[in-house]
C-alpha cells in the first residue's frame, strides 16, 4: 500500500507540474484530460497522507506501550493507540477503492432513452412514469434536465421520448438503470382489474465531447421537417425539425423540441455522436470478456434488470437480488437507495478483482 502511494505521490507532482506549462494549456484535450487526472490524484493524496499519519501514530504509540515505564505516558499512548486502530481499517479500505482504476467515462453527462416494450398503451404509460422518475432524481441531484425527441402514446406517456442530463458523474450514477424495466399492475384500461405485465427499455447513453468522436459531416444526411406536438405556433408551420442520418452506420437522430433549426441540429448531433460513441464502446466490452459479462455495469438493453410491482408495492433489482417495499417513493424519483445498493456491489467486485494487486 505504502509503495503504490508513493507512485501516486509521483505522478500527483509530476501532473501539477505539467498542467502549468503553456503548450498543455493551449491543448484542449489534454489539459482537460490532466484536470481531472490532478482532482483524481489529489484526493488519493489527501487520504494517502491521513493513512500514513495514522500509521505513524500507531507505530509511535506500539513503541512507547513496549518501552516507557512512565505509567501515565503508558496510558495515553493505549488511548492513542486505540482511536488510530479504530481510524486505520476504515481509511484502508476508502484508499483501496480510490486505488482502483475509475472509469473515465463516469464523469461525462449522458444521453437518455427511454423506449416503451410489450404491453401497449401501458408501456407507453410506464415510459412516462420512468421518465418522470428520471426527471425528479435529476432535480434532486441539482442536474439540467433539457429535454431531445419525444414521441407520445396514444393513451398517455411515450412510445419514446429522448432527454439529456448534465451534471457532476452523472454517467457513473445514471449508467446503473440501463436494461428492460418490468411493471406489473392494473392498467387504467383495464376494465376486470387484472394485473398485467409491461416493459420498457431504458439506454443511458456517455455524451461523447468532439475530441471522443470525429464525425464526418459528408457521411451524415441531413432532413429538415415540421415539429409534432405540443409548442406553439412555430409548430407544423416551420421546418425546423432536424433529422441527422450516419449513412455508414445507419444510425439516426433528431431533435425537435428547440424552435431553433440550428439549435436541434447541434442536440441531434450530440445525440448521434453518443450513440456512434456507444457502437464503438460495446465493440471493446465484447473483446473484453469479464467486462462483458460482468452483472452490473453491462447495459445490455435486452436484460431485464428491475420490476416494480404495485400490487405489493416493491421494486426488485434482479441484478443483486435486492427488493425494497417502498415502490411509492422510488416511482417519485427516490432511487438513490437502488444506485447505492448497486455502487456498492460492483466495487465488491472490483476490490475482489484487484486483492492480488493490493
Not at 202 to 211: G, T
Not at 264 to 286: H, I, M, P, W
Request: proline share 3%.
Amino acid at each position: 500500500m505504502i509503495e503504490k502511494l508513493d507512485i501516486i505521490q509521483q505522478r500527483f507532482n509530476e501532473v501539477s507540474d505539467l498542467i502549468i506549462q503553456p503548450d498543455i494549456i493551449s491543448d484542449q484535450k489534454k489539459y482537460i484530460q490532466l484536470n481531472k487526472e490532478y482532482k483524481d490524484l489529489s484526493l488519493i493524496v489527501s487520504k494517502g497522507e491521513k493513512y500514513l499519519n495514522v500509521l505513524s501514530n500507531i507505530q509511535e504509540a506500539e513503541s512507547i506501550i513496549k518501552d516507557e515505564s512512565d505509567s501515565e505516558m503508558v496510558e495515553m499512548a493505549k488511548i492513542q493507540l486505540e482511536e488510530s486502530k479504530a481510524q486505520f481499517l476504515p481509511l484502508e479500505e476508502e484508499i483501496k477503492l480510490l486505488l482502483i482504476p475509475k472509469d473515465p467515462k463516469d464523469v461525462k453527462n449522458v444521453v437518455v432513452e427511454v423506449r416503451a416494450g410489450t404491453g401497449g398503451d401501458e408501456a407507453s404509460i410506464f415510459a412516462g412514469d420512468l421518465y418522470r422518475m428520471y426527471s425528479k432524481y435529476c432535480q434532486d441531484k441539482g442536474w439540467a434536465v433539457s429535454l431531445v425527441d419525444l414521441n407520445e402514446g396514444t393513451a398517455g406517456g411515450f412510445k419514446e421520448i429522448i432527454f439529456e442530463v448534465s451534471g457532476d458523474e452523472v454517467y457513473g450514477t445514471m449508467k446503473y438503470e440501463s436494461g428492460v424495466h418490468r411493471v406489473q399492475r392494473v392498467p387504467q384500461t383495464e376494465t376486470q382489474g387484472r394485473v398485467h405485465t409491461s416493459a420498457a427499455t431504458v439506454m443511458v447513453l456517455p455524451e461523447a465531447e468532439e475530441f471522443d468522436v470525429e464525425i464526418n459531416m459528408n457521411d451524415v444526411r441531413i432532413d429538415y421537417f415540421c415539429s409534432s406536438g405540443p409548442g406553439g405556433q412555430s409548430v407544423n408551420t416551420t421546418y425546423s425539425a432536424v433529422r441527422l442520418t450516419h449513412e455508414p452506420s445507419g444510425i439516426v437522430a433528431q431533435c425537435q423540441d428547440q424552435k431553433s433549426q440550428h439549435k436541434n441540429k447541434d442536440k441531434a448531433l450530440r445525440v448521434l455522436r453518443s450513440r456512434l460513441y456507444e457502437l464503438e464502446l460495446n465493440k471493446k466490452l465484447e473483446e473484453d470478456a469479464e467486462k462483458r459479462n460482468s452483472l452490473v455495469s453491462s447495459g445490455d438493453r435486452s436484460a431485464k434488470i428491475r420490476t416494480y410491482n404495485y400490487p405489493q408495492g416493491r421494486v426488485t433489482d434482479h441484478r443483486i437480488g435486492l427488493t425494497l417495499y417502498d415502490l411509492q417513493n422510488i416511482i417519485n424519483g427516490d432511487i438513490q437507495k437502488l444506485i447505492d445498493e448497486l455502487k456498492l456491489y460492483q466495487n465488491t467486485q472490483k476490490l475482489k478483482e484487484a486483492g492480488e494487486i493490493l
